[in-house]
């Protein structure tokens, strides 16, 4: 088989009788075919989002009818059964997480795991309700969040959102740091937009303590935007930042695709994420599930499970756990983003309801 149970018990039956004991029991670790164990899950909790990024939906976005969303109890069902299989980081994301009705009940089901399967729970959220949850999401046990931020100037952050909140995200960020909780700044690199205000996005976020992260733009599903126009390859980003600083490569990872610099000016870490200009999928130890329970091995790939149809048709949870595993042995080695061709998505699928 491509998958592999790590110090699950030897089975006295062909594995294809054995396998529904091996996962009632809750064994071993999920591990593909290139040998690379999965630990790391991000699962959106909904498409929904209150900006409308150009980069990665249509201002007139469609979202899903609520019965296609996972409800909280499938949700944590969901995070029960990857834990049980070793996964012990989750990333709940969206579209934003935060706009979804009664998201601290459900957040707090989640923590209930931390110490109990899980060695950490954090978020990506787009800050504009960091403000209202963040003494909450400290209390339960959030330690890290994600804030995606591409730009200081109000202007141009309502052209990229649609919205003028950005004072709401600078409110949210303060309100997230007074409350004990790391962040972490997440840039997309934007050709002719934010390219030359990305050393004041350093300085900020360091400033703070908070790391920062600049992302190239990604091919996925529509947006009413250039994609081409807009690809900022980050090593042109790195010879133009080292002019003004100066940049220590880390032996440092936080679990995702991030390569990491010191900038020694401002004592804070710098990270890169370079799906088009430097392919990072050789440690790749996540898979994304949807807010739909569809799970997806590869950001850039459509391969995958559907988990929905395995919660909703077994109550015992065995096709749950036999989806997942199938899902895992599917699980590609790398991605099919391409630079050259960007005009066309690699993907149908937008980030909002990917999970970002």
Same mark, same amino acid.
């Given at each position: 088989?491509?998958? $592999?149970?790590?110090?699950?018990?030897?089975?006295?039956?062909?594995?294809?009788?054995?396998?529904?004991?091996?996962?009632?029991?809750?064994?071993?670790?999920?591990?593909?075919?290139?040998?690379?164990?999965?630990?790391?899950?991000?699962?959106?909790?909904?498409?929904?989002?209150?900006?409308?990024?150009?980069?990665?939906?249509?201002?007139?976005?469609?979202?899903?009818?609520?019965?296609?969303?996972?409800?909280?109890?499938?949700?944590?069902?969901?995070?029960?059964?990857?834990?049980?299989?070793?996964?012990?980081?989750?990333?709940?994301?969206?579209?934003?997480?935060?706009?979804?009705?009664?998201?601290?009940?459900?957040?707090?089901?989640?923590?209930?795991?931390?110490?109990?399967?899980?060695?950490?729970?954090?978020?990506?959220?787009?800050?504009?309700?960091?403000?209202?949850?963040?003494?909450?999401?400290?209390?339960?046990?959030?330690?890290?969040?994600?804030?995606?931020?591409?730009?200081?100037?109000?202007?141009?952050?309502?052209?990229?959102?649609?919205?003028?909140?950005?004072?709401?995200?600078?409110? @949210?960020?303060?309100?997230?740091?007074?409350?004990?909780?790391?962040?972490?700044?997440?840039?997309?690199?934007?050709?002719?937009?934010?390219?030359m205000e990305i050393p004041d996005l350093i300085r900020f976020a360091h400033g703070r303590g908070a790391d920062i992260t600049l992302i190239e733009t990604m091919p996925m599903g529509?947006?009413?935007?250039?994609?081409?126009?807009?690809?900022?390859?980050?090593?042109?980003?790195?010879?133009?930042?080292?002019?003004?600083?100066?940049?220590?490569?880390?032996?440092?990872?936080?679990?995702?695709?991030?390569?990491?610099?010191?900038?020694?000016?401002?004592?804070?870490?710098?990270?890169?994420?370079?799906?088009?200009?430097?392919?990072?999928?050789?440690?790749?130890?996540?898979?994304?599930?949807?807010?739909?329970?569809?799970?997806?091995?590869?950001?850039?790939?459509?391969?995958?499970?559907?988990?929905?149809?395995?919660?909703?048709?077994?109550?015992?949870?065995?096709?749950?756990?036999?989806?997942?595993?199938?899902?895992?042995?599917?699980?590609?080695? @790398?991605?099919?983003?391409?630079?050259?061709?960007?005009?066309?998505?690699?993907?149908?699928? $937008?980030?909002?309801?990917?999970?970002?």
């Amino acid at each position: 088989m491509a998958y $592999t149970l790590i110090n699950a018990k030897p089975a006295a039956r062909p594995a294809s009788e054995a396998l529904p004991a091996a996962l009632a029991a809750g064994q071993g670790a999920l591990v593909d075919s290139f040998g690379r164990r999965v630990s790391y899950l991000r699962l959106s909790i909904t498409d929904r989002c209150d900006l409308r990024c150009t980069y990665c939906m249509p201002e007139r976005m469609t979202f899903l009818p609520r019965k296609d969303v996972l409800s909280f109890e499938e949700l944590d069902e969901l995070v029960t059964a990857f834990a049980s299989f070793g996964v012990d980081k989750l990333r709940i994301t969206g579209g934003e997480p935060l706009v979804r009705k009664d998201v601290m009940e459900l957040m707090a089901r989640f923590s209930r795991h931390l110490g109990n399967g899980l060695n950490e729970l954090t978020l990506t959220t787009n800050g504009t309700l960091l403000s209202k949850y963040a003494g909450e999401l400290s209390a339960i046990g959030v330690r890290r969040v994600n804030v995606s931020l591409d730009t200081l100037n109000r202007k141009l952050f309502e052209t990229i959102a649609r919205r003028d909140m950005l004072e709401d995200v600078l409110r @949210g960020i303060d309100t997230a740091i007074a409350a004990g909780i790391k962040v972490k700044i997440n840039t997309v690199a934007l050709a002719g937009l934010n390219e030359m205000e990305i050393p004041d996005l350093i300085r900020f976020a360091h400033g703070r303590g908070a790391d920062i992260t600049l992302i190239e733009t990604m091919p996925m599903g529509e947006a009413e935007t250039d994609r081409v126009e807009d690809y900022l390859p980050l090593n042109k980003v790195r010879s133009d930042l080292v002019e003004q600083f100066t940049l220590i490569d880390l032996n440092y990872t936080t679990g995702g695709p991030a390569r990491y610099v010191k900038v020694e000016e401002t004592g804070g870490r710098l990270g890169f994420i370079t799906p088009l200009s430097h392919n990072f999928c050789e440690s790749c130890n996540r898979v994304r599930v949807t807010c739909t329970g569809r799970l997806f091995t590869c950001l850039g790939r459509e391969e995958g499970a559907d988990l929905r149809e395995a919660l909703r048709s077994d109550p015992t949870g065995a096709a749950l756990r036999v989806a997942i595993l199938g899902g895992i042995e599917r699980k590609p080695k @790398g991605h099919d983003f391409d630079a050259a061709r960007l005009a066309t998505p690699a993907s149908p699928r $937008t980030m909002s309801h990917t999970g970002g």
